[in-house]
């Protein structure tokens, strides 16, 4: 999203177009929070319904936490911005180091 | 700086050397204690080989040699490699960039006190109760085994040691992403930037894993938790992953700065170009990344099955091609250059056949079938001192020798030097080659004693010999430090002559604020460029004007020192002491107090105004 | 930019936790702290996960036995709906509205506040009810030291927040004092990140089976 | 450099006189292989040196070169500053791949080869076993060696037919511990949490050329006297295997004591050593109350706590004060003080604990 260093010359406009941009992004935040309230809802509801069978119920809440997560990350964190490169490089590999660790420790603990 | 340091009483340096957070300081600090950890270290080490030196020997106590080698890898790895390299880390990079200071100046200091403080509690086990027994990887469940409070000052030692390094890391990676002048793009920053920069982010990955093993362990060793406990549903292989998780990236941390200090000498010393810098830098990047892949090669015999063992076996061998990418590119770096045989460039050329010696060992070590031949004898031994030693220590002492000079600005004697590399480097090949053989004639490591006519004796002996070649040399560099340091004669601005990035366009040592004009950069080898032009200095990227600095503290010593009281709190809580609570309340609450000062009292530094660094300059001060 | 510097609304820069170098550096190796954090949690969820429901004999409870819906629902609402808050709170931080800016922080530390009281409700219940103690067993120590870890990262995050909160009360806004701000709210946020995987993987797949 | 390339050959030279020298005791040395897991790995270390030997040469080489070829003449020469070279830079990365692949596909092979324990769960009907089993259990400082099938336990020398596979099954009863016959392959750690399988074979004619035994060692850290954590393995033929097997099976009841003093010190041994020794093979108490070695056939065996020289003199020191031969062990303190005579009977007593003539 665009709200960056804009520099029109003309601290008016700059502010104008700010305030109209903020409030953009605004929207956007609420409706990622309704988003991941609605992914909540539906991850609780997959398990306290229990008529699932967990192999279907683990994968689903697994991906449902994924990409709620994904909306944290992107919107209430602002990684969708630009200046956020070396944040996401580091995250990511840190998050790849650490499920490599939850792999391994899945698989060659209790063997 | 320095010369005006002098002039002053010892208080007031001193004074000046607990409250700086200026990083050329701070890496005189760490040169100093991880330089005397070096020593404590190798002290230990003497006491192993002369224990060893024949079978049935008496010297030292079956228990007392296992505290002897815990605290000597400890030591040596934590407390003595490590910070060596932030020596030359916090002395160089930020100068190699072309900053003024590293970008969290104070995080800095603190990072520094953390990791002294720790190692002090570490080493104090000696003197209040036992130090450790069970080895630098401490596997649980000999550690939870352990009697005493050995075991306890290693974790809390080391956690609060840890802490500084990741700091130190984080400090780093920051300084090079943010803080580079003008022009100094990526892809020209000089190798051992790169390499800190490389180590600096394994490190913020590999040390949580260590902090979370440690923590473990203290859970389960002071507050009754049951991680390693098999009786009450523990497994003590979760302590292996943990601590191989960050172990070997831990060795990776060691020797790719290693390999950046390298670079550096190469070049100059063939007063050429790295040769293949761009593949230098993939090459960093993909050790650095698959050396979190590969750590269960070091528990090849723990059982982990046959598919778990070839993943690993293989992936650990695919780090050969990224190193030996490296050792070809030195040579050819080499490779119709102009070399000039100083001291430094003694340990460079020294270090390429040593560290391949020990690189195909460890090849050797991760083909899993034979590994169970190898495990745990001293093959892995002659390994890892191969490639630490001749290696990280080769570097550690090419680096003081090269970079005295600007940390100093005075030059160690080349004689000396060359004496040192011979002794040491006699007695290196003399102590651990022959270590391979005792290994497969089936000498387990660990062992406090061997008995006679187990065909060990020789080699052994052999072995024990050489280390005392290593300690005369370090004796002899020792003398050479204190006779330079002594006699004390200036000089300029580019010692060798064959300088090449930017820390050799400042004075030795650099002015408190490095650059009072950042440097504009206009390729790899900014200083090299500009004298190949026939200029004498780096063009500026600014005009003169006010310098931002930061002001010194206290603080950070006195966070860290609530830190080392706490811990004996924490240590001594479970024998049931009255006082233990308090102080580890009373240390809690001296590093917490000392963290909310910090951040409620403003701190926004000061500004050298233009008019004194003008002054300075008329006055013609240093170079 | 310098941070003493007096800003106006109008003066006021578009990403006033960027517009200081000291605020870049912050704002980077904050991001830097979270990747390596991330290796930490993930570490204690591995733990966790190879230690899920082992204990000593049958005597003991497991996973699917202790845990209850509804209190991590209502556990997880306040902890989500604290991070919309927060966004909030930056929001006005972005447009200068110091005020309304303090007020969303507030908010977002009562409703942290609450989760907190309902963990330390959840916690005792365990140990009282069933015997699940961070002692009893391999179980026992990994669920304490993951979820209380997060816990602790829950009060950190608080203090932190309302130590702000109080020692800029009087202050207004400045360059100095908005990338601290931002991080600890980042922070808060990450907080809210880890907490989304421990409902998922610790209690939801706990009670799955 | 002409002093440095001297001094490279120092350790080549010692290398190599050491390899004349026999390359270690046939009876420890993983370079004396002897059996096939070991010569297994040995081929796989043959292989690998060379490879190493090949690598090392080429860099060794251009090593070389350089130091002579490229040093500065004289002080103003300024060579050209090279970028790189792709063709070069691609050589030496395929070159190592295709070195490591020669060793990574043999290595796989070999590493589920040595893990195919199968045979151990095949159970013939009447519930026994074609392979011969194994259960190793480690504790601070000495070996236990249970026959499952053959239901005897023995301790501190494993006996072993030759010319077979023997399985074992793994496993630590107090702190980790490492099982490790160097001669005969490879080792595996013995667990506190879990079993860990392996396979061994012991080869007659390299069994002969150790006289008939091996030495074991502990290879894992394990505390004070982890160092003095030794055992012996007696490889016999199969029919001498199965003949000891049987002498052990034939001793229901402890062996009788036979002289006057060897009874004395039975009764002593009754009263003070029998709560963590057995004297019969047929060990059916649990596993944590086997809390010393098995001593059925102590007369048999040929050290005194695995490591000293298997004489009265010998044993009666041990008694009399085992911490000063293995620090930390558990045995000390574990029972009073004993008399000099006391020393002897009992001496007398454990030297008759013969199962084999
Ligand atoms: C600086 C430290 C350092 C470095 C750089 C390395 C580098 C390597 N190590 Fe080492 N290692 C240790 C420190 C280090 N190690 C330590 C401390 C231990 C023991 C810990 C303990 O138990 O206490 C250990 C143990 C250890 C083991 C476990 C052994 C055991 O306990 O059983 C293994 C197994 O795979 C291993 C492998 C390797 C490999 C494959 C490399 C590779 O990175 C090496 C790569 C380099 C080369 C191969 C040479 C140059 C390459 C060429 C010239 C190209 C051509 C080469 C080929 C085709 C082969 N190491
Ligand atoms: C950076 C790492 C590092 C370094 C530099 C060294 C350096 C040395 N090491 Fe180290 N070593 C390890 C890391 C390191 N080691 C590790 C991790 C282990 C495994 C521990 C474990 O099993 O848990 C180990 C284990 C180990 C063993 C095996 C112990 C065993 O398994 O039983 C041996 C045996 O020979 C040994 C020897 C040496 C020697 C001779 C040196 C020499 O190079 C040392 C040279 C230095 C000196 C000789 C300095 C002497 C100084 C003086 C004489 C100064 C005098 C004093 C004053 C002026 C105050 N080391
Ligand atoms: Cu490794």
Redesign the pocket.
């Known amino acids: 999203m665009a709200n960056q260093n804009l520099n029109s010359g003309n601290p008016r406009i700059d502010l104008a177009y700010r305030k109209r941009k903020s409030k953009e992004e605004m929207r956007y935040q609420i409706i990622s929070f309704s988003m991941m309230l609605f992914l909540t809802f539906i991850a609780f509801a997959a398990v306290g319904m229990g008529s699932f069978s967990s192999w279907f119920t683990i994968p689903l809440i697994l991906l449902l936490a994924a990409v709620q997560v994904v909306f944290q990350l992107y919107y209430f964190m602002h990684m969708s911005h630009k200046g956020h490169e070396a944040p996401a490089l580091f995250l990511y590999t840190g998050l790849l180091i650490g499920l490599i660790t939850i792999l391994a420790f899945m698989t060659i603990i209790w063997w | 700086m320095s010369t005006y340091a002098q002039k002053r009483g010892f208080g007031a340096v001193l004074w000046d050397y607990l409250t700086t957070v200026d990083h050329k300081k701070i890496a005189i600090l760490y040169l100093i204690a991880g330089g005397f950890f070096f020593?404590v270290?190798?002290?230990e080490?003497?006491f192993?080989?002369i224990q060893?030196i024949r079978p049935d020997n008496n010297f030292v106590s079956a228990g007392a040699f296992n505290e002897i080698?815990?605290m000597?890898?400890t030591t040596?790895?934590f407390l003595?490699?490590m910070p060596l390299l932030f020596a030359f880390m916090n002395a160089v990079v930020p100068l190699q960039i072309g900053a003024r200071d590293v970008a969290f100046p104070f995080v800095n200091a603190l990072g520094f006190w953390l990791f002294f403080f720790g190692g002090l509690f570490l080493n104090l086990s000696w003197f209040l109760d036992n130090a450790p027994d069970a080895?630098?990887?401490s596997y649980a469940s000999l550690a939870t085994h352990s009697k005493g409070h050995g075991i306890d000052f290693y974790v809390l030692g080391l956690q609060i040691s840890g802490f500084g390094t990741l700091m130190a890391g984080i400090n780093f990676l920051v300084t090079i992403i943010n803080m580079r002048a003008p022009g100094m793009t990526y892809m020209r920053m000089p190798l051992f930037t790169w390499s800190t920069f490389v180590a600096s982010a394994l490190i913020l990955f590999a040390f949580p894993p260590l902090t979370v093993g440690l923590t473990l362990m203290m859970f389960d060793r002071m507050f009754g938790a049951n991680f390693f406990d098999v009786a009450n549903g523990g497994n003590t292989v979760i302590w292996e992953h943990l601590f191989w998780i960050f172990g070997h990236p831990e060795v990776y941390i060691l020797v790719l700065p290693a390999f950046g200090i390298f670079s550096e000498i190469f070049s100059i010393f063939s007063r050429k170009r790295l040769f293949g810098y761009s593949s230098m830098v993939f090459a960093t990047v993909l050790i650095g990344f698959l050396g979190f892949m590969v750590w269960a090669h070091h528990m090849f015999t723990t059982g982990l099955g046959p598919v778990a063992n070839a993943i690993f076996a293989v992936a650990t061998m695919a780090i050969a091609v990224p190193t030996g990418i490296k050792i070809f590119n030195w040579l050819f770096t080499m490779w119709g250059g102009s070399i000039k045989f100083t001291t430094p460039m003694y340990w460079a050329v020294a270090f390429i056949p040593s560290f391949v010696m020990g690189g195909v060992t460890g090849i050797m070590l991760a083909s899993a079938a034979q590994d169970y031949q190898y495990h745990d004898t001293y093959f892995v031994?002659a390994h890892?001192?191969y490639v630490?030693?001749g290696g990280?220590?080769f570097a550690l002492i090419a680096g003081t020798h090269l970079w005295w000079p600007k940390m100093f600005g005075t030059m160690l004697n080349e004689t000396m030097g060359k004496i040192t590399f011979w002794l040491f480097f006699i007695g290196?090949h003399l102590?651990f080659f022959i270590q391979h053989f005792l290994g497969l004639m089936g000498m387990p490591?660990?062992?406090f004693t061997f008995l006679p006519n187990q065909g060990l004796e020789t080699g052994n002996l052999v072995?024990s010999i050489g280390?005392f070649f290593?300690?005369a040399g370090?004796?002899v560099m020792?003398y050479n430090i204190v006779a330079t340091q002594v006699r004390n004669e200036r000089i300029g601005n580019d010692p060798w002559e064959d300088g090449r990035t930017l820390e050799w366009s400042i004075s030795s040592p650099a002015p408190f604020y490095n650059f009072k004009q950042l440097p504009l950069v206009r390729g790899l080898d900014a200083l090299w460029l500009e004298k190949m032009e026939g200029k004498k200095g780096m063009m500026p990227a600014e005009p003169l004007g006010d310098i931002h600095m930061p002001n010194s503290s206290f603080v950070p010593v006195v966070m860290s020192f609530g830190f080392f009281v706490a811990a004996f709190g924490a240590l001594y809580r479970p024998d049931g002491y009255a006082w233990a609570l308090p102080v580890l309340i009373i240390g809690l609450l001296i590093s917490f107090g000392a963290m909310i000062f910090r951040s409620v009292k403003d701190d926004h530094g000061f500004h050298i105004h233009k008019e004194d660094l003008i002054d300075k300059n008329d006055k013609g001060v240093e170079a | 930019m310098q941070t003493e510097e007096k800003l106006t609304f109008e003066t006021w820069p578009a990403l006033p936790e960027k517009a200081t170098l000291e605020g870049k550096n912050k704002f980077l190796g904050f991001w830097l702290f979270l990747g390596g954090e991330t290796v930490l949690f993930a570490s204690l969820f591995a733990t966790y996960l190879a230690l899920k429901d082992k204990v000593p004999d049958d005597t003991h409870h497991l996973a699917a036995e202790i845990f209850d819906l509804p209190l991590t629902f209502v556990a997880t609402m306040l902890l989500l709906t604290s991070s919309l808050t927060s966004v909030y709170a930056m929001y006005h931080m972005k447009n200068f509205a110091f005020n309304k800016m303090m007020l969303w922080l507030g908010v977002t530390v009562a409703l942290g506040l609450g989760f907190l009281g309902l963990e330390i409700y959840e916690f005792n219940h365990y140990v009282h009810e069933y015997g699940h103690t961070f002692t009893s067993s391999a179980f026992g120590s990994a669920f304490y030291s993951l979820v209380g870890f997060h816990g602790a990262h829950v009060v950190f995050g608080l203090v932190w927040i309302t130590t702000l909160m109080i020692r800029n009360a009087k202050r207004g806004l400045s360059l100095y004092n908005a990338p601290k701000f931002y991080l600890a709210s980042l922070y808060w946020h990450f907080i809210d990140v880890v907490w989304v995987f421990i409902f998922t993987v610790v209690y939801l797949m706990g009670m799955v089976g | 450099m002409k002093r440095l390339a001297k001094w490279r050959l120092f350790p080549l030279l010692s290398a190599v006189a050491l390899i004349l020298s026999g390359c270690g005791e046939p009876y420890l040395s993983a370079l004396r292989p002897a059996g096939e897991v070991a010569e297994r790995q040995y081929w796989l270390m043959k292989l690998s040196t060379g490879i190493m030997v090949v690598v090392i040469l080429v860099v060794t080489i251009i090593f070389l070169i350089v130091l002579f070829k490229f040093r500065r003449k004289h002080d103003g020469e300024i060579p050209k500053q090279v970028e790189g070279n792709h063709t070069m830079e691609i050589i030496w990365t395929v070159i190592p791949i295709v070195l490591l692949l020669i060793l990574a596909v043999p290595t796989v092979a070999e590493t589920f080869h040595l893990a195919d324990v199968k045979p151990m769960d095949k159970k013939n009907k009447d519930g026994t076993r074609d392979a011969l089993v194994v259960n190793v259990r480690a504790s601070l400082y000495w070996w236990e060696f249970e026959y499952p099938d053959q239901k005897i336990v023995t301790s501190q020398e494993l006996v072993v037919p030759t010319d077979e596979k023997v399985y074992f099954n793994l496993k630590g009863s107090d702190v980790k511990h490492s099982f490790w016959i160097p001669a005969a392959g490879g080792k595996m750690d013995t667990n506190t949490d879990t079993l860990n399988k392996m396979w061994l074979v012991f080869d007659s004619k390299k069994a002969e050329e150790a006289g008939d035994l091996f030495y074991g060692k502990c290879a894992e850290l394990c505390g004070p006297s982890h160092a003095f954590m030794d055992f012996k393995v007696k490889a016999l033929p199969r029919a001498e295997f199965d003949k000891w097997v049987a002498s052990m099976q034939d001793v229901k009841e402890p062996v009788k004591a036979e002289t006057a003093d060897a009874q004395a010190g039975q009764e002593i041994f009754n009263k003070s050593c029998i709560g963590c020794h057995a004297v019969t093979p047929a060990n059916t108490t649990p596993e944590a109350a086997r809390k010393g070695p098995n001593l059925t056939n102590f007369g048999d065996r040929t050290r005194v706590a695995g490591i000293l020289e298997h004489d009265e003199e010998n044993l009666k020191n041990w008694i009399k004060d085992p911490e000063k031969y293995k620090p930390g062990n558990l045995m000390s303190g574990a029972y009073g003080e004993l008399e000099p005579e006391q020393l002897d009977q009992l001496a007398a007593y454990l030297m008759g604990l013969k199962v084999q003539d």
Request: proline residues 0%.
């Open positions: 020593l270290g190798g002290l080490a003497m192993i080989r060893l080698i815990t000597h890898g040596m790895i003595a490699a080895g630098w990887t031994v890892f001192h630490i030693v990280v220590v290196f102590t490591r660990r062992i072995s280390a290593m300690a370090v004796i020792l």
